[in-house]
């Protein structure tokens, strides 16, 4: 059974701190996307990440793939309140399903 | 549509009654996936589709769940006598083949 594991669960900061979140497998993923989540919506992807070592920009969030496609990071530098929120890596198994981690939870204080 | 849309947004029910909840996903979308979220937490693999057939169902807790879709379009996700554990969002996503899913905004289930 593929499992992703993120670490943290709960994440609090205050404005400005620099932050970075796991995504950890013994798989290997095909590809592995970061997903971003507010209260009573679903998740929005974020960024896909597909070759070992890749390194993806979007502003201030800056997304890493595993050497050997098992594990990736999300540092997110000079967090603001609206980076608050659910956090979410998935893997694209061999057979088309994306499976989720279990989530870090964002909060970032004024 | 514009968007993934499901219904109903909130569904509240007694132990024991049967359940349907409806997802409409984006027009040409080929797959479409269900997902259950317990609060803040991460997502749980329900069942996937491609086309009208399931080549995953690998995620459905008990056989008092089922779902299917029909003319490669709109699913239904059915709960037969529903257990309080069964409270939670449920997610519905649809993608073209398996590229960037887009997400509805859920069916929050309660069972009383």
């Known amino acids: 059974t593929q499992l992703l594991e993120q670490s943290p669960q709960f994440l609090s900061i205050q404005e400005g701190e620099n932050l970075t979140v796991y995504c950890n497998s013994s798989s290997v993923f095909s590809s592995l996307q970061w997903y971003r989540q507010e209260p009573g919506e679903g998740p929005v992807l974020l960024v896909t990440?597909?070759?070992?070592?890749e390194v993806k920009k979007l502003k201030r969030l800056t997304f890493q793939f595993g050497d050997a496609r098992k594990d990736s990071s999300l540092h997110i530098t000079a967090a603001q309140p609206g980076d608050t929120g659910l956090y979410l890596c998935?893997?694209?198994?061999?057979?088309?399903?994306?499976?989720f981690g279990q989530g870090t939870t964002l909060q970032v204080k004024p | 549509g514009a968007g993934v849309s499901q219904s109903p947004s909130n569904k509240v029910t007694e132990k024991g009654k049967d359940v349907e909840l409806r997802c409409d996903p984006i027009s040409g979308h080929t797959a479409l996936y269900w997902y259950r979220q317990s609060l803040g937490q991460g997502l749980e693999f329900l069942i996937y589709f491609q086309g009208n057939s399931a080549p995953d169902k690998s995620g459905l807790p008990s056989d008092r769940f089922s779902a299917e879709r029909t003319g490669g379009s709109v699913s239904t996700l059915t709960i037969q006598r529903t257990q309080q554990e069964d409270s939670a969002v449920y997610l519905c996503?649809?993608?073209?083949?398996?590229?960037?899913?887009?997400f509805g905004s859920g069916t929050q289930l309660s069972v009383l």
């Open positions: 990440v597909v070759t070992g070592g």
């Open positions: 998935a893997g694209s198994s061999n057979t088309g399903k994306l499976i």
């Open positions: 996503a649809s993608s073209f083949y398996n590229e960037k899913l887009f």
